[in-house]
Structures are given as structure tokens and as C-alpha cells.
């Protein structure tokens, strides 16, 4: 069949997942706008500041949008978090001490997490040198193995670490009722043991947070689903008002906490990004549908499958040659809005163990909110698509990365 016939075919197909993403993003939409009418934003929110920053009303009036949206006691939303790693680390660091012990529920954590907790291998500052002591437990089959639970979470376990996305691997990403069944599991052995999930890619793609099934801190990047393609850098953390408090004494130290730290630049962006990404995120999970679509009709292994239900924006191809990787990327870049012109090259990304391949033709420098595609050059050969800030967009580039693969 022709690729344009195909094409028809995979939206035709596609129709009621995209009503039940429709739909989710309207929850969601209804959820800020809520949130946002409910706490009185206004103009005076929009304002940058300087020094100190203290009583900085736009810093505090958006971390009582994300405590109130997340239907959590506590945010900390800053630009000053350079990526969603150094908000995540900033929990683990804020409320791990020496002799503590971490363990990873959803078996090997995200590449650059690996080298915050420093067991996998040699990393300078890690929280292995700090005394933390860590474990794993495995996957079974890509799912969390809810029964060894019991068995790994003991009394002395001070933070279970829950990653709600695939990240780089085939595993299939929780769903809220998974996060739900895991954090109860958890409790049942230590009510004391902090649950904290990393949420990356999970907000907005289903109608509940994970802190209202039972997680306490949850971090993640700004320059994906939640900043709505518009955030300029920055993460966040939500959760309990306590643990957000010891983050907050490691963001900045011990004493400061959360109030001091200017927002620079721009505000409004943060604000006005909030409101889009439920939006933004039907965006791209409508790309990652239309990808799996055309791709499994193409004949490759795509994860998660287009009729499954979805957890996390990152849609997975198994491309099976270092090539049809580097072509796929190729082709997602030349079809960018920004840098269409530079060819990707794999390189030695810091953090990352593989050498990676990255597409992204951005506005926001790395955001996978927009469209990119990025892949470890390690069999299979996936290639993990994530972000479109536009169905439109993302439907184009996908369409080109299949004709230059087929022919
Ligand atoms: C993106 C991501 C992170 C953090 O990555 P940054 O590039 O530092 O924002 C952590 N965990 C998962 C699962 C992710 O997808």
C-alpha cells in the first residue's frame, strides 16, 4: 500500500484513542483552569524579580498552582532546577542521610538517575559516597513485581524510588492504578518508607497525579509534558510539606529553603505553559499514537502497541539497525522547525552509559515536550519519539522518517 493510503488508514484506525485523549485533556484542562481561576492569577503574577527575591509573589503563587493541581501540601517550582535530574536528586539528596537505604521499585532507574545514586557504576558525588546504601528489585516481564515488594522494602528502608515512565528501555510504563497498588504495597511493610515517584513524561496523560493514590514527593522537568512547550528550563517537586521542605534546604541550603530565588526572565511563560500542557500533552500523545500506528503496520515492534493503553508520551520503535536509527533520527530533525538542517551524529551524552543518538529541532533547547527522537545506540536499536507541540507536526515529521526507512 501506498504511504499516503497507509496514512488514512492509521488516523482512521486511530479515532477512538484519540477521543479518549480528548477527553483526558479536557479533565485536565478543567483541572488548571480551576486551579488558576480558584487562587486569582493575574497580571501582577507575571512579573520577574531580582536578588533574594523574597515575598516574590509570582515564585509563590505557581508553587500554590502546582501544590493545588497535583493535590499536594507543597511545591517548589523553579527555574533554578537545571533539568528534571537535579530535581530529582534534590529530593534524594534532601531526605537521604549516611547509613539510609534507597531502593528502586521499577527495577534499573532512568541513565542519568544511575549516576545521582552512583551503585551501577563509579560516580563522583553520588549518593553512594555519601553512605546511601541502594537496591533494585527487578522487573518481571516489564512490570513491577508488586509480590517481592514484601520482600525488598524492609523497616529500615528510608525511600522507594518509582519511575512512572519507560525512559530508555522496552518496560512498559505504570498507570495510575499501578502507582496506586505499589505505594499501598509499600506501606503495608513500612508506613514510614517515602514513596517518591519520578513522574517525567507522566503528568497530564491520565486524569489523577500520583500523589492522590497515595505517592509523598514527586519530581519532575519543566521542559516536558508540564511545561506546556513554553517553560524556558526548570522542575518541580510536590508532595508532603515536610519532604518538599528538605528538598528545598539542598536546592538552596539549609536555613533558606523556599524562600528566596528570583524568577527571572519571563514568568508568564511558566504560567502560561501550565495551561497549555494538558493541551500540548494530547498533542503528543496523539503523534505517539498516529507513530505506533503506522510503524506496526510497517512491520516493526512498537512499544507500547497502538491500541494500549498509555502511561507516558514516549512512543517506542525497534528499528533493530544502528542505521535505521540514525536515518529515523535524521529524518525527525529535517523535518523540525528549528536546526532542520543539522544532521544528528550519535555522541557521549554526560550521564548516559551508550553513546545516544538526538533529534531535536527545538525552540526550548532538549525539550521532549517538542518533538524529538533520541535512542541509544544499543540493540534493538530503539528509537524513542516523544513530544509534538502540534498533532499536525508531529504526524509530518513521522510520515517522512517512514519514507526515508522504506526506501
Ligand atoms: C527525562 C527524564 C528524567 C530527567 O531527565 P532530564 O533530562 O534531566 O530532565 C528522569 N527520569 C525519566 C524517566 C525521564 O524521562
Not at 497502538?306 to 523535518?335: H, M, N, S, V
Amino acid at each position: 500500500m501506498r504511504l499516503a493510503d497507509l496514512k488514512q488508514q492509521v488516523i482512521e484506525e486511530a479515532k477512538p484513542y484519540f477521543q479518549r485523549i480528548d477527553e483526558v485533556s479536557e479533565s485536565n484542562t478543567v483541572k488548571v483552569l480551576n486551579a488558576m481561576r480558584q487562587l486569582k492569577v493575574s497580571d501582577a503574577h507575571f512579573k520577574s524579580s531580582t536578588g533574594y527575591a523574597y515575598g516574590d509573589i509570582s515564585r509563590e503563587k505557581l508553587e500554590e498552582l502546582y501544590a493545588t493541581i497535583f493535590k499536594a501540601e507543597r511545591a517548589l517550582v523553579r527555574t533554578q532546577f537545571v533539568s528534571g535530574t537535579h530535581a530529582l536528586a534534590t529530593v534524594l539528596f534532601g531526605i537521604l542521610r549516611p547509613g539510609d537505604e534507597l531502593v528502586s521499585l521499577t527495577g534499573e532507574p532512568y541513565d542519568t538517575m544511575q549516576t545521582v545514586i552512583g551503585h551501577a557504576h563509579e560516580s563522583k558525588g553520588s549518593l553512594k559516597e555519601f553512605g546511601v546504601d541502594y537496591r533494585e528489585l527487578p522487573l518481571i516481564d516489564g512490570k513491577v513485581d508488586i509480590d517481592g515488594i514484601s520482600n525488598v522494602i524492609t523497616a529500615k528502608t528510608k525511600v522507594a524510588l518509582i519511575q512512572r515512565s519507560r525512559g530508555y528501555s522496552m518496560r512498559d510504563p505504570l498507570m495510575i492504578e499501578d502507582i496506586e497498588k505499589i505505594c499501598a504495597a509499600v506501606k503495608r511493610v513500612n508506613p514510614n518508607c517515602v514513596t517518591f515517584i519520578d513522574n517525567c513524561y507522566g503528568e497530564f496523560v491520565e486524569v489523577q497525579e500520583p500523589i492522590e493514590v497515595g505517592a509523598d514527593i514527586i519530581a519532575g522537568s519543566l521542559i516536558k509534558n508540564i511545561g506546556g512547550g513554553l517553560a524556558p528550563t526548570g522542575g518541580y517537586i510536590v508532595g508532603r510539606s515536610d519532604l518538599v521542605e528538605l528538598a528545598s534546604y539542598r536546592l538552596t541550603a539549609p536555613g533558606m529553603g523556599d524562600e528566596l530565588g528570583a524568577s527571572l526572565g519571563d514568568p508568564r511563560l511558566l504560567y502560561q505553559g501550565l495551561f497549555l500542557a494538558p493541551h500540548v500533552t494530547a498533542q503528543a500523545l496523539k503523534g505517539a499514537v498516529f507513530a505506533a500506528g503506522l510503524f506496526s503496520r510497517l512491520g516493526y515492534n512498537t512499544h507500547p502497541l497502538p491500541t494500549d493503553k498509555r502511561g507516558d508520551i514516549i512512543q517506542a520503535i525497534e528499528l533493530k539497525t544502528p542505521e535505521k536509527l540514525i536515518a529515523f533520527c535524521r529524518a525527525i530533525q529535517k523535518y523540525s522547525p528549528v536546526d532542520s538542517f543539522a544532521a544528528p551524529e550519535p555522541w557521549d551524552m554526560p550521564g548516559y552509559e551508550d553513546q545516544v543518538i538526538m533529534a531535536a529541532g527545538t525552540f526550548v533547547q532538549g525539550a521532549s515536550i517538542e518533538l524529538s527522537a533520541d535512542g541509544p545506540l544499543r540493540p534493538p536499536y530503539n528509537v524513542y519519539l516523544q513530544g509534538g507541540l502540534t498533532f499536525e507536526h508531529a504526524m509530518t515529521a513521522i510520515m517522512a522518517a517512514a519514507e526515508e526507512l522504506e526506501n
